[in-house]
């Protein structure tokens, strides 16, 4: 294969997952079909099955590709470490992590309606260690890191506080979708600063003697 089919190639499997994200967004996983999914891509049902082998594996490329990864933006935790404030830091990560639960818990509903694609995701998580669990980890990481500094309590666990960051992203967005509502900056804006003040109440360095 030459240089530039591969490159038609590669530019044809990314339309096809863009027009699977946008399908799935219009109509559900549930409904949506590779025949919708080549319509919507201008292509025909025949050039999907020459990127992926079926209608499971085009979606797990898409869930893996398309939806926004928190943990990419955790990997720059240890750098931070000592650097800037905890408040700071933990900031940007709720910031980050409300735009990526906004896409991502769509998809992970749409697939707990469909049991042996979810079985074929949690298989393919496994098999690559990622998954929420990793955003869990890196957080805590972070903070037993700023704990050793003195900067975040000794008293304060760690796991807990990865969850104290996140859990709050993630009922807000179910909250909001279960709703109806839009994403809202301003709102989101405030909810930022509003939880890493509480946040930072519960982790605050110890008191000296």
Known sequence: MTTRARGAGAE??????????????????????TKEIAHAAGLSEAALYRHFTDKADLFLCMIGERVPQLVTALHDLPSR???????GNLDE???????????A???AAALFAEPELLARHQERLRSKNVGPHRAIEHLAAYVRAEQRLGRIGRRVDPEAAAWLVLGPCIGRTLMRRFMGESADPEADDRFCKTLLHTLMLSL??????
């Open 204 to 209: 605050a360095p110890d008191r000296r003697a």
């Open 81 to 87: 470490v000592g650097r800037r404030t905890v408040r």
């Open 12 to 33: 044809t499997r990314e339309q096809i997952l863009d027009a699977a994200v946008c399908v799935m967004h219009n109509i559900g996983l549930a409904r949506t079909t």
């Open 93 to 103: 990560i709720v910031r980050v992590a409300l735009p990526f639960y906004e896409q």
């Open 105 to 107: 818990l769509p998809v």
